[in-house]
């Protein structure tokens, strides 16, 4: 069953635009998350993280949205860029223990 | 630093035959982590090791399927004998805390295609 959601798979937006992709998660515990970002035959890279304790983390043109009482969390990206075109993965661990990941969103930005 | 290495980047294998992914993590990191990408479940957890120590092997789908870390610098994955529905992309990631304070390093994957 999977705890963490991404149920978009793919997403396009144009260049200079907002990308904002969405994570869903259904376990309560869940008190930290990451969001990766995903190039062609590379590894995922850690890109962003949030604690519980916070409602957003801000690192340049990536910032994080966690809603705890929707179990929901977002990343923007903004302006997004041509070179921001990978998969992100969010993911997401509950007290210490392991990681839950997403499917994964595709992001495609336009020039 | 060279980063996770793993190897090979890609198998093709028939079914029936053994498989053995290997992973090399980064230097000073105590905690190695396999996991497994499809389509349908995203990256799955399949085991991970704290100090040479399998902590959590709950995501080894069956008995197929083995892992071992002999040394800090070294990991197998093993699947014997390997299935059509074992077709992945295998990931090996390293981080050097908690597993949940501090972000994990990925290798590049080995794409494996059991036919």
Same mark, same amino acid.
């Given at each position: 069953?999977?705890?963490?959601?991404?149920?978009?798979?793919?997403? &396009?937006?144009?260049?200079?635009? !907002?990308? !904002?992709?969405?994570?869903?998660?259904?376990?309560?515990m869940f008190?930290y998350? @990451?969001?990766?970002?995903?190039?062609?035959?590379?590894?995922? +890279?850690f890109?962003? &993280?949030i604690? &519980?304790?916070?409602d957003?983390?801000?690192?340049?043109?990536? +910032?994080?949205f @966690?809603?705890?009482s929707?179990?929901?969390?977002? @990343?923007?990206?903004?302006p997004?860029?041509?070179?921001? &075109?990978?998969?992100?993965?969010?993911?997401?661990?509950a007290?210490?223990?392991?990681?839950?990941?997403? +499917?994964g969103?595709?992001?495609?930005? !336009?020039? | 630093?060279?980063?996770?290495?793993?190897?090979?980047?890609?198998e093709?294998?028939?079914?029936?035959?053994?498989?053995?992914?290997?992973?090399?993590?980064?230097?000073?990191?105590? =905690?190695?982590?396999?996991?497994?990408?499809?389509?349908?479940?995203?990256?799955?957890?399949?085991? =991970?090791? #704290? #100090?040479?120590?399998?902590?959590?092997?709950?995501?080894?789908?069956?008995?197929?399927?083995?892992?071992?870390?002999? #040394?800090?610098?070294?990991?197998?994955?093993?699947?014997?004998?390997?299935?059509?529905?074992?077709?992945?992309? =295998?990931?090996?990631?390293?981080? #050097?805390?908690?597993?949940?304070?501090?972000?994990? =390093?990925?290798?590049?994957?080995t794409?494996?295609?059991?036919?």
């Amino acid at each position: 069953d999977q705890q963490v959601k991404q149920n978009s798979p793919s997403l &396009s937006v144009q260049e200079g635009r !907002i990308s !904002i992709l969405n994570c869903d998660y259904t376990n309560s515990m869940f008190d930290y998350f @990451l969001w990766y970002k995903k190039y062609p035959a590379e590894g995922p +890279t850690f890109l962003i &993280s949030i604690s &519980s304790i916070k409602d957003k983390n801000e690192d340049g043109r990536f +910032t994080v949205f @966690l809603n705890k009482s929707a179990k929901h969390l977002s @990343l923007h990206i903004v302006p997004s860029q041509p070179g921001d &075109s990978a998969v992100y993965f969010c993911a997401a661990s509950a007290l210490g223990n392991q990681f839950y990941f997403g +499917t994964g969103t595709s992001l495609t930005v !336009i020039p | 630093d060279a980063g996770v290495i793993q190897s090979p980047r890609h198998e093709v294998t028939e079914m029936g035959q053994e498989v053995t992914l290997r992973c090399k993590p980064i230097s000073g990191h105590d =905690y190695l982590f396999w996991y497994r990408q499809t389509m349908m479940r995203g990256l799955e957890l399949l085991i =991970y090791f #704290n #100090n040479n120590v399998p902590i959590d092997d709950s995501g080894m789908p069956e008995d197929r399927f083995s892992a071992k870390m002999p #040394n800090a610098s070294f990991s197998t994955l093993k699947i014997q004998p390997s299935e059509p529905r074992d077709s992945a992309v =295998y990931f090996c990631a390293s981080s #050097n805390r908690a597993a949940t304070s501090d972000t994990q =390093y990925f290798g590049p994957g080995t794409r494996l295609t059991v036919l």
